[in-house]
């Protein structure tokens, strides 16, 4: 198991720019899938980004392609995204979330992913 803890959530105005990030303690981090997800009121949760083990693929959301850059340092167990051109649309609360895997597929089904934190608001303004 991975305990996930994420941060540099916040307010900004249409057009700027936030970076998440996401402390992960065990072991298991370097071999984890790590993934992004968001949930806003009233709507499911939904896949964002998502990077695998060694860092050398990533997948994203239609709606965040040009705009998000998901990134890993292994030696340091954080996980970012890098979140730019931000819409009002983007509003939701974000999750880190971890499944122990050495693959070399970034799978967006939430149910995938066995480890969450507890998630950071990020609020964008229009």
């Known amino acids: 198991q991975v305990q996930l803890v994420e941060s540099g959530g916040g307010l900004v105005q249409a057009g700027g720019s936030l970076r998440l990030s996401c402390a992960a303690s065990?072991?298991?981090?370097?071999?984890?899938?790590m993934g992004w997800f968001r949930q806003a009121p009233g709507k499911e949760r939904e896949f964002v980004a998502g990077i695998t083990w060694s860092g050398g693929r990533t997948n994203y959301a239609d709606s965040v392609k040009g705009r998000f850059t998901v990134s890993r340092d292994n030696a340091k167990n954080m996980v970012y995204l890098q979140m730019n051109s931000l819409k009002p649309e983007d509003t939701a609360v974000y999750y880190c979330?971890?499944?122990?895997?050495?693959?070399?597929?970034?799978?967006?089904?939430?149910?995938?992913?066995?480890?969450w934190g507890q998630g950071t608001q990020v609020t964008v303004s229009s």
């Open positions: 979330a971890a499944r122990y895997d050495s693959g070399a597929f970034v799978y967006v089904s939430a149910t995938y992913y066995g480890s």
């Open positions: 065990g072991r298991a981090f370097s071999s984890s899938l």
